[in-house]
């Protein structure tokens, strides 16, 4: 099974602040990279898909980048309501491993 | 609208098992596979397993094999989940995702609200 590891666990940072998260996999999974964003007691929400296309309705200030083993997630202006946790996923095959997260405190 | 609408919390004791349903609405239910996720409290999120309604065809995380079952009856446009042979350890929220089938580039976009499975003697 392929294993994700994220970094950093947790991110403090201020409004208007360039934030980047790192998802790593154990082997290549070309571009089968999504990310997720998820508040406190809610089911989490898809923000990029395929490692860099945004999902409709999601600001731009969310970018994706990377193929194979190393993907980025960048928030351009941190905004006070992306605070949260986010997770990469993966899915090159049917199953979808997630990292273990990143917790965005504003 | 697209609607994925999860059974209530369970209170089960160990050894027994969980069946969680996932009715889908707001679209075509055989056209998206429906992905089983839960999270325990305070961790992060993990993968159960997965299921295509049209073909029925399942798959499921390693660490789940022999204990999880992932169906669907195509006549209401619901997805079940069960768990066997419950520990401590499976008390989490269940989450059901959909994820357009015919797309490999697809993520999940719609996700259930959440089925809280309580394991305690």
């Known amino acids: 099974d392929v294993q994700m590891t994220q970094s950093p666990s947790t991110l403090s940072a201020s409004v208007g602040d360039r934030v980047t998260i790192t998802c790593r996999a154990s082997h290549s999974i070309s571009t089968w990279l999504a990310w997720y964003q998820q508040k406190p007691g809610k089911a989490p929400k898809v923000l990029i898909y395929k490692a860099s296309s945004l999902e409709s309705g999601v600001p731009s200030r969310f970018s994706g980048s990377g193929s194979g083993t190393e993907f980025t997630l960048t928030i351009s202006s941190l905004q006070p309501d992306d605070f949260g946790t986010y997770y990469c996923?993966?899915?090159?095959?049917?199953?979808?491993?997630f990292g273990q997260g990143t917790k965005v405190e504003i | 609208q697209v609607q994925l609408v999860q059974s209530g919390a369970e209170v089960k004791k160990p050894g027994a098992s969980v069946k969680v349903s996932c009715k889908a609405s707001g679209y075509t239910f055989t056209n998206y596979d429906i992905n089983w996720v839960r999270q325990a409290t305070g961790q992060g999120l993990e993968w159960m397993g997965w299921?295509?309604?049209?073909?029925?065809?399942?798959g499921y995380a390693q660490k789940f094999q022999g204990r999880v079952t992932i169906t669907r009856d195509t006549s209401i446009s619901t997805a079940y989940m069960e768990l066997s042979s419950l520990r401590s350890e499976d008390t989490a929220v269940y989450y059901c995702?959909?994820?357009?089938?015919?797309?490999?580039?697809?993520?999940?976009?719609?996700w259930g609200q959440g089925t809280l499975v309580t394991v305690s003697s």
């Open positions: 996923q993966q899915y090159e095959s049917y199953s979808g491993t």
């Open positions: 995702a959909r994820r357009l089938y015919y797309d490999s580039s697809a993520p999940y976009d719609y």
């Open positions: 299921m295509n309604p049209n073909s029925g065809n399942t």
